[in-house]
């Protein structure tokens, strides 16, 4: 059964873009969450910027409240892991880069980014996308079904460039499983450029710029 179309916040910097970032929130945010650093973050390229919304779905550590999630969390450690909510959300991720595709960016024009929950959807589904991305944007987040990585991964993205960020004193997802993701990544050969700042689950400005440098840089 196939995932469900996302909807989308879709911003274009200027007309004909040539690039695409394809940016997903965090459990209980929207699409809108990162829309503002469209107009912050100064690329060489015209980007259209997209940023879709996670389905709704009752969330077990919410007592299971309703509301937008890229998959189930049943404890603050994850240790079990939604594998069927991960993949179903890859399914829809993929959906949306063979639209993009579809609409004259190619694959390695398209950068898959997210936060939190979202970035851990871009590793799981870039990683493993069939056509080398731009760019793998993965924040405040870790790699999720790692067992089953070096199984999945795609020849195709071995050389990605994988942008990682954390917050030293983030007390949702920890800082040490970030870096055992990054670690895990670095021992599969992947290009990781990390980053840790002193913060909790969010973005500071410092990351803005980095994430703007290092954009440039794929996108050049």
């Keep these: 059964m196939s995932a469900p179309a996302l909807e989308s916040i879709e911003i274009e910097t200027a007309p004909g873009p040539q690039a695409?970032?394809?940016?997903?929130?965090?459990?209980?945010?929207?699409?809108?969450?990162?829309?503002?650093?469209?107009?912050?973050?100064?690329?060489?390229?015209?980007?259209?910027?997209?940023?879709?919304?996670?389905?709704?779905?009752?969330?077990?550590?919410?007592?299971?409240?309703?509301?937008?999630?890229?998959?189930?969390?049943?404890?603050?450690?994850?240790?079990?892991?939604?594998?069927?909510?991960?993949?179903?959300?890859?399914?829809?991720?993929?959906?949306?880069?063979?639209?993009?595709?579809?609409?004259?960016?190619?694959?390695?024009?398209?950068?898959?980014?997210?936060?939190?929950?979202?970035?851990?959807?871009?590793l799981q589904t870039g990683l493993r996308h069939g056509e080398r991305l731009a760019g793998i944007m993965a924040l405040s987040t870790y790699v999720p079904l790692a067992d089953t990585l070096a199984a999945e991964a795609h020849a195709a993205n071995r050389a990605v460039p994988i942008f990682m960020a954390h917050g030293s004193a983030d007390p949702m997802i920890a800082c040490a499983r970030a870096r055992a993701s990054r670690d895990l990544l670095l021992q599969q050969a992947y290009a990781v450029e990390w980053h840790e700042y002193p913060m909790q689950h969010a973005l500071c400005p410092q990351e803005i710029a980095d994430i703007g440098a290092w954009l440039r840089r794929v996108l050049a």
């Design 20 to 122: 695409s970032i394809i940016w997903m929130h965090g459990l209980g945010a929207d699409g809108s969450d990162f829309a503002p650093l469209a107009d912050e973050i100064e690329l060489p390229v015209a980007v259209r910027y997209v940023f879709p919304h996670a389905p709704m779905m009752p969330v077990s550590i919410n007592g299971g409240y309703v509301m937008r999630a890229w998959y189930d969390i049943s404890d603050a450690a994850i240790r079990r892991e939604d594998e069927q909510g991960v993949r179903a959300s890859q399914q829809s991720v993929e959906a949306l880069l063979a639209r993009e595709k579809s609409r004259g960016i190619a694959a390695q024009r398209i950068v898959l980014a997210g936060f939190s929950q979202g970035g851990a959807i871009a």
